[in-house]
């Protein structure tokens, strides 16, 4: 940006070292870092699980947690209609349902939000309800002890 | 950043740090159930702020509470879907028609949303997320329609039926 003045009637250019306002942002892969709510664990797991923005901008999630319906074998009833629900400062701010049949495989939610500088993030995955619980949400492992929700993708584009 | 000049032998400033903008800010307005101001689908809202905004809506139905449990009643929920629109706030009106009889929009009426519930007939809940943009000066409508295309605004029978689940506003600021 140009900063001018007006000296005898003509402006003159009296920029110096100002730098021009554009905007500007990277992505990063946050993908191994990042892991739903899930409401079974103690607080400590959880508040783990509430990510901040401490980047100095604003920033745009884009977060695709699924469940794999074969490898934790799961039926198809109990997977079809779930959802996925992203919270900024624990209001909710964007939703993405399975709108899958009862055929579905593997289910992915993906999810899209922006998050304030300094707000606190997260997502939780529900099963078919409404309205959304804790007691209802996909919560802990199989029978193999992984978990039935998984980070699929998890990226995050910093605003500069 | 600041900026300065200099008159005579000193240094004035012109503009302080917050004059030169650095960065992009934004903070959510939230309007949904049980907030002061609530928002609502077939309705049309400007975005009269000094800022670009972005909406994240949800607005579905909650089938056998709004509708029953019914073969008619699955049917009708299964594949509905949502559409935006917005025009300049100076042609808003053409937003409470936006579609003509192919249903295309109208000249001057910009689709920004368009999300298909594809769920088979046994959905519960039918949930729709549009997100798009506003800019300043202009207005915008959330509309839903059944899978026959009719308007669900239109709907004698279940006239309560679309709700609003959570809606959101993204304000944009530069500092």
Known sequence: MSVHIRQNGSWNNITFDITPFAVGGTWSDETSNR????????DIEQAKRIYTNNSGDIMLIRAVPGIDRIAR?????????????????????????????????????????????????????FKETHPPSDSTSWQGN??????????LEWYEFKFQ | MS?????????????????????????????????????????VYANN????????????????SSLGSGTAQK??????????????????????????????????????????DNGNANTLYLF????????INFSYIIKMYD?????WSNNTTYPNAIETFVWSEFRFAVQ
């Not at chain 1, 199989?142 to 980070?151: A, K, R, W």
């Not at chain 2, 008159?7 to 903008?21: F, H, M, Q, R, Y």
């Not at chain 2, 009889?101 to 009426?109: K, R």
């Open chain 1, 73 to 125: 074998n799961l039926g198809a009833g109990q997977v079809s209609g779930s959802c996925a629900i992203a919270y900024v400062d624990d209001l909710e701010v964007a939703r993405f349902r399975d709108n899958g049949t009862n055929s579905s495989e593997k289910i992915r939610f993906e999810l899209q939000f922006f998050v304030p500088n300094y707000s606190e993030y997260y997502v939780k995955v």
């Open chain 2, 49 to 64: 702020t000094n800022r670009l905004i972005q909406v994240s809506a949800t607005i579905g139905i909650d089938r056998d």
């Open chain 2, 3 to 43: 900026v300065k000049i200099r008159e005579g032998n000193t240094w004035k400033l012109i503009a302080n740090d917050s004059a030169v903008p650095s960065n992009v800010v934004g903070s959510y307005v939230h309007y949904g159930p049980g907030e002061s101001t609530e928002r609502v689908y077939n309705t």
């Open chain 2, 128 to 135: 729709l997320n549009p997100q798009f943009f506003v800019p």
């Open chain 1, 142 to 151: 199989d029978s193999n002890g992984d978990p039935f929700v998984e980070t």
């Open chain 1, 35 to 42: 892991l739903y709510r899930d409401t079974s664990k103690s």
């Open chain 2, 75 to 116: 049917t009708l929920v299964a594949g509905s879907y949502t559409r935006a629109f917005m025009t300049p706030s100076s042609t808003s009106n053409l937003l409470s028609n936006p579609l003509d009889s192919n249903l295309n929009t109208v000249s001057g009426v910009i689709e920004v949303a368009n999300i298909r």
């Open chain 2, 147 to 151: 899978s026959d295309d009719n308007d």
